[in-house]
Structures are given as C-alpha cells and as structure tokens.
C-alpha cells in the first residue's frame, strides 16, 4: 500500500473524471486519477459537444475538433429540413478530446494512473477509501470518486444497479471522411419505427456514424441494416442531399452503386457500441449522487439527456458542481447542487421521451416537427436551439407554440 493519503480517489479519467481531478487539483488538493482506457482506443460516442457546453467552458474549443455551423435534419419519412445553426458547436474525436481533458489535470497537479481499478469493500481504519489495482498496487483516499461511465460498478455498489430499461443502447461505425470536404456534412436522421435517431458526424479525419435507440424492442439485425443504409446513402448523396431509402422494400433492391459503395466501407469501417444511461422520472427522483465522502459524476450518475442521449455537458457540469461542493467543504451539497442547477431539466427530459418519439396528429411527433419547420422560421429556429444544447424541455412545448406563429 503506498503510504499517501490522496484527498480524492477519482475513477475514470473520461470528461467527468478529468475535469473534477483539475479543477480540485488547481485548488491545491491531492488528487490521484486513475482510468483503464487503453491509450489508443476512444470512448464509443459521437463526440457532438453543444454550443452550451462551449460557451460555459471556452477553453474546449483548444482541443483539436470540428466547428459546425449547418445540420441536415431529416425526418422518419426521410423528409428533409437544413438548419443553420446561429452559433456552432463542435465534434471531436473521444480519444482527443479526453486526452486534452486529461492531460489538464495533469498539468493542474493531478497524479495519473493507467489501469482499471476496483473499490476495497472495507473501508481502512482511520474510515479512508482504498482502490486496488490489478496487480495487488493500493491507493487510499478521504473521499472517492465514482467517474467510471454508464457501466459503473462503484455506482452499482454505492448508490445501486439501474434496470436494464433505463440503459439507452448506442452503436456505430468510424468511417471514412468523403473525398470531397464539401460532402461531409452534418447529419440527423430519425428513426422510422423506432425511438431514436442515426448521425453522421464529421471529425477532423473520419466520419462518426451511430444509432442511439432505446433498450427495448432492441432488434440489432434489422437496426444494423437501417444505419446500413443510412451510411451508403450518405455517400452517394449529391449536393449533400441524401435520398433516405430505409423502408424495406428500397433496401432489398438496393442500387448497384450503393451495393458497392457497401462492399468498399465494410472494408475500411471500425464498429463500436456502448451503453447511455436513459433514467426514469422515479430513478431520478430517488438515486443519489452523493453522501458525505462519496460522489457520482457524469454517466455513472446517470446524468444523460434521455431524448437526445448527449452526456458530455452534464459530465462536465457534474464534476464541476462537485468541486465546488468539495471546496466549500460539504462533499454531501452536491446532491442539491447537480438537482438545482439540471436535475429538472433531465427529470423533465425523461418524462418527455416517449411523446417526443411517440405519435401526434396521426404521424411521429418528430415527422410533425419537421414538417412545420418547413413552413415556419420560429420552429426551425427552435430545431437549432435543441441541438445547440440552448433550448430545454422544460419550456420546449409552449416556445414551439408560440413560434409557430412567427411569419414565414
Ligand atoms: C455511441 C455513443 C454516442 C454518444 N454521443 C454523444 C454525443 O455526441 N454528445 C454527447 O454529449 N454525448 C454523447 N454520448 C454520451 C457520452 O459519451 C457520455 O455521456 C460521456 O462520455 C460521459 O462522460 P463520463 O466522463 O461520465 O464517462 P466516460 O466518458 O464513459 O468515461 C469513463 C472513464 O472511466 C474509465 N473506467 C471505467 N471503469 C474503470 C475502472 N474500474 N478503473 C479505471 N477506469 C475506469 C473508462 O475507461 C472511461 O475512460 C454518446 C454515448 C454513446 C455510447
């Protein structure tokens, strides 16, 4: 056992790991941070940071990414809207963007370690945590820290398992960028049949492509086939301008040109999937995030966008209401902080998922919403203030009502 009482145990150097362990290590406390990621091998994730999180923390802009100004939306029908953004946001690589997180901390004074490690069940005399590495290696702490994503077993252990329900699934495939920049353009599709949407997100040297549905009825087969061919459709577009083609007859009798375009990426594509937290309304109202010398930040509180499955802002919003809290003293004031600050937003957001992939006026609401984007600026509006992570739910309804009465 290494003799060093650190102040903080942080598990998982991901974006809510690292930037707790710099803002606590800038404040001069003894943080060790600890993450068994492979060197070379990203977090499965879309890498879309809002114009939100931007703006709260300017310096990300530093990390090497791509700024979006304009989105291709389309609808389950495959009905098309485009939406230029009054402010970007940007798409980053995982491995870039956490390497710049992490190195940071480091830079802040946070001691780094690679390699998984697990909680000791007891805690040692003197009530300090102790995590183990896989090679018998010991760390002991005053406080830990649980960083350690959706799949986190010290949250599992201290504030209990979340039902497989409660678990969006999300997979996908890093592909190659188009030969023309031109064509690599930004994309949203929802999904015909299905919660959820597929993207194409474009970063500085391959393409993201993914789907991000909920657990249930998960049909992996018939999901695959569908990003399938949002993918080759993606690169036979012209003018950007992708002729969504996933009803099953249009897929049985796909063109020649798509076939091949398939041949080829099947070749060159890198598959990915992982898990987003998509908490209920009661888990949300019962879980905890906090006690009195422990706390959950980021994907192992739960705290992801259960429409929308965006994550990396409360992962950072998290880790820093919890700094805040640990240097005012009350590692337990976390808990009322994280539910000030977006516990509503998210409580909200879950209440909200399934009318917003449900059905109005006889059609998806999402097929509804893009159809009167197309006749209405304030709506369209609206669109691009939902991805640019500036509009909530909590307003969403009577803001897209009054918009709808703005002139064309
Ligand atoms: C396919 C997909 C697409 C997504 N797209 C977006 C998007 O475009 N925009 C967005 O905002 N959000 C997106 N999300 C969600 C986003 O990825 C997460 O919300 C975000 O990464 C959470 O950050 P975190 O720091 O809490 O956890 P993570 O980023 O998961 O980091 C946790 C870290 O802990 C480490 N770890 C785990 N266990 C241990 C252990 N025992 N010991 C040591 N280290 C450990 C892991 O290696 C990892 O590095 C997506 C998620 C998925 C799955």
């Given at each position: ?38 060197p ?5 994730c ?13 310096h ?8 979006i ?7 389950p ?21 956490d ?17 998984r ?9 003197g ?19 649980a ?11 201290l ?12 997979f996908?495939?890093?592909?190659p ?10 994309v949203?599709?929802?999904l ?11 970063r ?24 399938w ?12 301008r992708?002729?969504l083609?996933?009803t ?22 890198e ?30 509180a739960?705290f ?8 990396i802002?409360?992962a950072?919003?998290?880790a ?16 009322k ?17 399934d009318?917003f ?10 097929e ?14 609206v ?13 969403l309804?009577?803001?897209l ?5 703005l002139p064309?």
């Open positions: 056992m290494k003799s060093e009482v650190f102040d903080l145990l942080v598990i998982g150097a991901g974006p809510a790991g690292s930037f707790a362990a710099e803002h606590l290590a800038r404040a001069g406390k003894r943080v060790a941070l600890f993450d068994g990621r492979p070379r091998e990203a977090k499965a879309g890498g879309g940071v809002t114009t939100k999180a931007l703006k709260a923390w300017p990300l802009l530093k990390a090497a990414g791509r700024s100004e304009q989105v291709e939306m389309y609808s029908n495959g009905r098309r809207i485009h939406l230029q953004l009054a402010e970007p946001f940007a798409i980053y690589s995982r491995r870039h963007f390497s710049y997180l992490r190195r940071r901390a480091q830079e802040a004074g946070a001691q780094v370690f690679a390699g490690v697990s909680v000791q069940n007891e805690k040692a005399t009530g300090v945590w102790t995590v183990k590495g896989k090679n018998g290696e010991r760390w002991s702490g005053r406080v830990l820290v960083a350690d994503g959706a799949n986190s077993h010290v949250a599992k252990r504030a209990g398992a979340l039902p497989p329900s409660e678990m969006e699934v999300a996908g495939y890093r592909a960028l188009p030969k023309d920049e031109r064509d690599a353009v930004t949203i599709a929802f015909p049949h299905w919660s959820g949407y597929a993207w194409a997100f474009p500085l040297d391959h393409l993201s492509f993914g789907i991000a549905t909920t657990q249930n009825n998960f049909d992996h087969k018939s999901l695959d086939a569908l990003l061919s949002f993918m080759t459709s993606y690169y036979t577009a012209g003018d950007g992708i002729e083609s996933w099953e007859k249009e897929q049985d009798g796909m063109s020649e040109r798509r076939a091949e375009v398939e041949a080829k990426l099947r070749l060159s594509v598959r990915y999937a992982a898990r987003i937290p998509g908490l209920s309304v009661e888990t949300w109202e019962k879980r905890r995030a906090a006690g009195k010398d422990w706390a959950l930040l980021g994907d192992a739960g992801a966008d259960p429409v929308t499955g965006e994550g802002y409360y950072l919003r998290s820093e209401l919890f700094a805040e809290a640990y240097l005012r003293g009350d590692v337990s004031s976390y808990e902080s994280w539910r000030a600050d977006f516990g509503d937003e998210l409580r909200r957001a879950a209440k909200m998922r009318r992939y449900g059905t109005f006026l006889g059609a998806p609401f999402t509804r919403m893009i159809q009167f984007a197309h006749c209405h600026r304030g709506i369209r509006n669109l691009g203030e939902l991805i640019a992570g500036e509009q909530g739910y909590i307003d309804k009577s803001k009502a009054r918009r709808a009465f064309l």
